[in-house]
């Protein structure tokens, strides 16, 4: 932003070197994300990509033994960390802070082909705190990996035309795909832009033919790639319903009321018709058009899903904030706001991190330990006590089958609530064809020993009545209350039974 009384610190930044800027958004993402690290599980869906990720290392290739409703490259990048550092959900966490610092730092790069340095290094540092903060995305989202193959990827394109950069745009953007399929739309919007400014912007046909062709086989062998293993192995029918037709069915069977959607959708409205209006963005510039092409994308797919998670947004704020960077940047009053005021801002705004770090030093003196929650201390306490865990049901918690080298009784219970996702059931042709089935046999046939659930909650979402009162009721009568450790309560299957 360009502040009149910051000539300093815009000259500070304008001689920082590209190694440095990357240290500086390193730093500050560590900073913020680093007492997370010791917490068992943020976000459920991180420990279900962990999950799968250490069966890959053990051999098992994504939905062959645990099953989610990702592409492979998402679980890949777990496998890759668990495979080197053995289970630790520490280094993950680590993993997952050089990703939000290389998604920010190609915001930046992204920022300074076409605006000045100190804008896009603000951009940069924004982009960290609204990667790590305001909700359950401390933990390594698959939004997190696939900004920070995608980011790069749209910067290479805005930065260079020749056939070997956007081969190379093609893979990234081949690998985000294949880790979040929904950016397909941004991806093949992206593609379409591009064959209108190589032919009607810059009219030069041979060049764009060649550069969108490289593009494209780019995307499509990243994507062949992915696959090959399930060919190989005679899966390719798993991969196909697993990779493209859960995914869709799932956005089908999950749609809510489009009021939900509303509120992001009319604030970007007015964002770009104020924008406009008042001729704060250069609309004609091919960056500023490729951002906005992508940023349509990523919408249309929210508008597809029929929601909007908060870890979602991930997947909008390294392109969007370079926008409204620009635009705050030359409206008057946000000029004579004081520099420090702006950094004030930026310090008070981790309250999360602040809050965590001073959680788990208390923890540390109550315990000894920094690492803390029920996917730690249960698993501890069932080894403690020589419980036998062979054969062991986690409705919440179940980053504790890692610690236990244990699996999830089905495919359908690697995600908990999977168990009533029976839109996904044909996707890994599971021999059970509903919700309430699948309950069944986990618990009448499968018969866990052990059952792990979150203390006076719902077990299931409170909107799944008949599975809920299922269980409960069948918990009642063929269980005991083993113990309650913090927030987890343990039941152990009566004998006999």
């Known amino acids: 932003m360009n502040f009149k009384s910051n000539g300093h610190i815009a000259y500070v930044i304008s001689n920082l070197t590209t190694k440095s800027i990357l240290l500086v958004l390193f730093a500050i993402s560590l900073f913020i994300r680093l007492p997370f690290f010791f917490r068992d599980y943020i976000d459920r869906d991180e420990s279900t990509f962990?999950?799968?990720?250490?069966?890959?290392?053990?051999?098992?290739?994504?939905?062959?033994?645990?099953?989610?409703?990702?592409?492979?490259?998402?679980?890949?990048?777990?496998?890759?960390?668990?495979?080197?550092?053995?289970?630790?959900?520490?280094?993950?966490?680590?993993?997952?802070?050089?990703?939000?610092?290389?998604?920010?730092?190609?915001?930046?790069?992204?920022?300074?082909?076409f605006t000045n340095k100190k804008i896009a290094f603000y951009s940069a540092i924004v982009c960290v705190l609204l990667q790590s903060l305001f909700g359950s995305i401390q933990g390594v989202m698959s939004e997190h990996i696939a900004m920070a193959l995608f980011m790069p990827g749209i910067y290479v394109i805005a930065k260079y035309r020749s056939i070997g950069y956007y081969l190379f745009s093609g893979f990234l953007l081949g690998a985000a795909l294949m880790v979040k399929l929904n950016l397909a739309y941004s991806v093949l919007l992206v593609g379409l832009y591009l064959i209108y400014y190589y032919?009607?912007?810059?009219?030069?046909?041979?060049?764009?033919?060649?550069?969108?062709?490289?593009?494209?086989?780019?995307?499509?062998?990243?994507?062949?790639?992915?696959?090959?293993?399930?060919?190989?192995?005679?899966?390719?029918?798993?991969?196909?319903?697993?990779?493209?037709?859960?995914?869709?069915?799932?956005?089908?069977?999950?749609?809510?009321?489009?009021?939900?959607?509303?509120p992001t959708f009319i604030i970007l409205s007015i964002f770009f018709f104020v924008s406009s209006k008042l001729k704060l963005l250069d609309f004609h510039n091919k960056t500023t058009q490729l951002i906005i092409i992508a940023l349509i994308g990523v919408l249309y797919s929210f508008y597809k899903a029929g929601r909007i998670n908060s870890h979602y947004l991930i997947q909008l704020y390294p392109l969007l904030v370079i926008?409204?960077?620009?635009?705050l940047s030359k409206i008057a009053l946000f000029k004579k706001i004081p520099l420090k005021i702006y950094i004030v801002l930026i310090l008070l705004s981790p309250l999360e991190a602040y809050n965590e770090y001073l959680s788990i030093f208390q923890h540390k003196l109550r315990t000894g330990s920094f690492f803390?929650?029920?996917?730690?201390?249960?698993?501890?306490?069932?080894?403690?006590?020589?419980?036998?865990?062979?054969?062991?049901?986690?409705?919440?918690y179940h980053i504790g089958y890692l610690a236990l080298g244990a699996t999830p009784p089905t495919k359908a219970s690697t995600h908990p609530s999977n168990i009533c996702k029976d839109e996904m059931f044909a996707a890994y042709e599971n021999p059970r064809k509903t919700k309430m089935q699948e309950l069944r046999y986990i618990m009448e046939n499968i018969k866990p020993k052990i059952v792990v659930t979150r203390s006076g909650k719902s077990i299931f979402d409170p909107k799944q009545l008949l599975p809920n009162e299922y269980i409960n009721t069948y918990l009642r009568l063929n269980y005991q209350v083993l113990d309650t450790i913090e927030k987890a309560t343990i039941y152990k299957r009566l004998e006999g039974l």
């Open 50 to 113: 962990i999950l799968i990720g250490q069966s890959w290392v053990e051999g098992n290739l994504p939905y062959t033994e645990l099953w989610d409703v990702k592409p492979p490259l998402t679980f890949l990048f777990f496998t890759v960390v668990l495979a080197i550092f053995k289970k630790s959900i520490l280094m993950i966490r680590l993993a997952g802070t050089l990703l939000v610092a290389l998604s920010s730092f190609y915001t930046f790069k992204l920022g300074a082909t």
């Open 199 to 262: 032919v009607y912007v810059q009219k030069n046909v041979n060049q764009g033919i060649a550069n969108i062709l490289c593009y494209g086989i780019a995307i499509l062998t990243v994507i062949f790639f992915s696959y090959l293993p399930y060919h190989l192995e005679g899966l390719s029918k798993l991969w196909w319903n697993s990779v493209i037709v859960a995914p869709l069915d799932y956005a089908e069977a999950r749609r809510y009321a489009p009021l939900k959607l509303a």
């Open 323 to 327: 926008l409204v960077s620009i635009c």
């Open 372 to 396: 803390n929650g029920e996917g730690i201390t249960v698993p501890k306490y069932l080894l403690k006590n020589n419980i036998d865990t062979d054969n062991i049901l986690f409705t919440e």
